[in-house]
């Protein structure tokens, strides 16, 4: 069976085993030590009235400790600190950060290219969170381009390679809390909801009593896996901390990706839509993507599984005659291959419907391309997740003729759901109609608001 994936890092999803961390990490047999502390910044408004506090994860300089052996254990988990640069650890300011990009890249360290998507990627960065309005805002970028540039100069120092499963690094650096520390400035809570959020506590429910969940969904952004993380982290957390994504190679090789990916759990595959990109590379794909297939029937068959797949196979496109963004329509033979997949795993499974808004975070290149590196946009905006309930197979399909009928129409009800619950999403967030724009299906809330009105 082949089971066709997505292009990007959030295709799919798989929550499991819950995952902690700790303020303070032992040095991991004298090689490497970080302490991961809270920088205290000024409170910000989430919307509503309420006021939650924001700390920003900051890797302690002092206590990154470098030894002269070799790595053993420690370098199957985390890449080398060995010899790494200080340049972005040291920023101070913005010029700082600016001539550090210039500095590694005139010593040979940056390739040219990385370089300036690094100085592009800046810029972009800096002008979405100062729109946001937020005190502090100069701060914010600074702190996070300093951590997210260390990051990124060391995966091209010491370049990881991803497993075909890939557990979120933890320790001794938080990349999780990095990627959310990154991603939280860019999320206009004000202008964000959340869809029937009672049903994300219902499958949450059944993800802890051993059943498998599947949410069919479509794909906005490189953003998508922390905006269902922070969007959820009032209410179920769990959800958040304990997704598995399938990401696409080009989320696990391109420099300016690799870190906020090592912050998730994935089940790293080839997209089928640079498949062909290189002929000579299609055998070794196909190979790895088994590989991976297995990775995810070996899970499933554990139970307790919440897989998320976006069927249409890459992130939505806008209508290039109007502009309008939408869910791009589902591949049949994706949806039909995962739910054998889940049929087949010994464990009760269910498929529910999910829609995502948040294009606008960090919006895809107009068209797929074939090159590593595309320009990283990036922006402040309102941000929508949706949920429906479960969609049985059996119900859908009992009048359909032959499995072919029965697996376009299984598909369709899924899409048509989730189209349903975007234009809802639509009309909440890019109308301004809020709350308002809740409909008999589709109820919204801000559930940040709420569990800091109690």
């Not at 790895?288 to 976006?310: D, F, H, P, V, Y």
């Not at 590593?372 to 003729?401: K, Q, Y």
Request: proline share 6%.
């Amino acid at each position: 069976m082949t089971l066709a994936f997505s292009s990007s890092a959030a295709t799919v999803a798989v929550a499991s085993a819950t995952v902690t961390s700790s303020a303070r990490i032992p040095t991991l047999r004298g090689f490497v030590s970080f302490r991961l502390t809270a920088k205290k910044l000024p409170l910000r408004s989430h919307g509503g009235g309420g006021v939650r506090a924001m700390s920003e994860l900051v890797q302690d300089k002092e206590s990154v400790v470098a030894a002269s052996t070799s790595f053993s254990d420690a370098e199957e988990t985390t890449p080398s600190e060995l010899n790494h640069s200080r340049t972005f650890l040291d920023a101070r300011t913005e010029q700082d950060l600016i001539a550090g990009i210039r500095k590694e890249k005139e010593a040979g360290t940056l390739p040219p290219n990385v370089a300036s998507g690094m100085e592009e990627l800046y810029w972009n960065y800096k002008n979405a969170v100062l729109s946001s309005g937020a005190s502090a805002a100069d701060e914010t970028v600074i702190s996070n381009m300093s951590l997210a540039f260390d990051r990124m100069l060391l995966g091209v120092e010491h370049p990881y390679t991803f497993n075909p499963y890939h557990k979120a690094i933890r320790e001794p650096f938080d990349y999780f809390h990095f990627v959310h520390t990154y991603i939280r400035p860019l999320i206009d809570f004000k202008n964000s909801y959340v869809g029937n959020a009672s049903i994300f506590s219902e499958l949450e429910d059944k993800i802890r009593q051993g059943h498998n969940i599947v949410l069919i969904s479509n794909h906005q952004s490189e953003a998508d896996p922390a905006v269902i993380s922070l969007l959820l982290e009032a209410q179920c957390p769990y959800i958040g901390e304990n997704i598995k994504c399938v990401a696409g190679d080009r989320v696990i090789t391109d420099p300016l990706c690799k870190p906020f990916s090592m912050g998730r759990n994935l089940i790293c595959v080839y997209s089928k839509n640079h498949m062909n990109d290189d002929p000579e590379l299609v055998d070794m794909k196909r190979k790895a993507n088994t590989r991976s297939l297995k990775e995810m029937a070996t899970l499933l068959r554990s139970g307790s599984q919440l897989i998320w797949i976006a069927p249409s196979g890459g992130r939505d496109r806008p209508n290039p005659s109007t502009g309008e963004w939408f869910p791009a329509p589902f591949d049949p033979s994706s949806v039909d291959n995962m739910r054998r997949l889940v049929e087949h795993s010994g464990t009760p499974g269910h498929i529910y419907p999910m829609s995502l808004l948040c294009y606008d975070i960090m919006p895809p290149p107009p068209k797929v391309e074939k090159e590593i590196g595309e320009r990283r946009l990036v922006g402040f905006h309102g941000t929508g997740l949706s949920v429906a309930p479960e969609i049985s197979f059996s119900d859908v399909t009992s009048d359909c003729n032959n499995p072919n009928e029965a697996k376009e129409a299984y598909s369709q009800a899924l899409y048509k759901s989730v189209n349903e619950q975007y234009k809802t999403l639509n009309f909440a967030i890019k109308h301004r109609r809020g709350i308002e724009a809740s409909t008999s299906t589709v109820s919204l809330s801000q559930p940040w608001n709420e569990s800091l009105s109690v």
